[in-house]
């Protein structure tokens, strides 16, 4: 069956490194999604891809950068980790189709990151 | 920028009582979708509305949106403890494959 992994599903690290998330989604999907979820503020679009080598900013940006050089996967990388990027993260991906309405999300399991 | 607004935040009532969230957007829609995220879990796509005033529904959930594609709605007839979650809605505007999430509604069903 097809799926989306994210990993790892637990990370904690320090201020100031770098980190990076992967996704994987095995549905060839062209679009996908990185959000981020906290209390209060529901999920939080950071970055998008509609295909290959494309990529795009979301609502909160800052801190984060991603690359897509195929159709499976879209890294998330966090280039200097601040206690503010604590958060739960999730991939999604999705199938515009043919009626062009974007088509529904596929989240993965989400990845919790902590920052001391 | 496109902002989704969804109350209430929390919702508690008693098993068997009905449970509505509201969702608005500050812009038109082209479609809105909800989804339901339970405990520990991730999002699970509900639904997707597509046309002005359009109405569905899945057993005991009605979803409606609204006729200038701006505001949504999710209701629940008769809450059963495995209706306990969050739900979301997630609009869409045109020219665009991205969906920006409401701030969710957290709903918790008493035995």
């Known amino acids: 069956d097809a799926e989306i992994t994210q990993s790892p599903r637990h990370k904690i690290t320090e201020t100031g490194r770098q980190v990076t998330l992967a996704c994987h989604q095995t549905w060839n999907h062209n679009n996908m999604f990185w959000y981020r979820q906290d209390l209060g503020h529901g999920l939080r679009l950071i970055h998008y891809s509609y295909g290959v080598q494309d990529t795009n900013k979301g609502e909160v940006s800052d801190g984060y950068s991603v690359s897509r050089s195929n159709t499976e996967d879209l890294p998330l990388t966090l280039e200097s980790a601040a206690s503010s990027q604590t958060s739960v993260y999730f991939c999604?991906?999705?199938?515009?189709?043919?009626?062009?309405?974007?088509?529904?999300?596929?989240f993965g399991e989400g990845s919790r990151l902590t920052v001391l | 920028g496109q902002q989704v607004m969804q109350i209430p935040q929390y919702q508690h009532v008693q098993e068997g009582e009905d449970f509505t969230t509201y969702c608005n957007s500050s812009?038109?829609?082209?479609?809105i979708q909800w989804y339901k995220q339970r405990p520990g879990g991730h999002p699970v796509f509900l639904i997707q509305?597509?046309?002005?005033?359009e109405v569905k529904k899945q057993k005991r959930l009605t979803f409606q949106f609204g006729e200038a594609k701006k505001n949504s709605s999710l209701h629940i007839t008769a809450t059963q403890t495995t209706d306990v979650g969050t739900y979301f809605c997630?609009?869409?505007?045109?020219?665009?494959?991205?969906?920006?999430f409401g701030t969710g509604t957290r709903l918790k069903v008493l035995a």
């Open positions: 997630a609009g869409r505007g045109s020219g665009t494959y991205k969906y920006i």
């Open positions: 999604a991906s999705s199938d515009p189709g043919t009626s062009g309405s974007g088509g529904e999300l596929f």
């Open positions: 509305l597509v046309k002005s005033g």
């Open positions: 812009t038109t829609l082209s479609n």
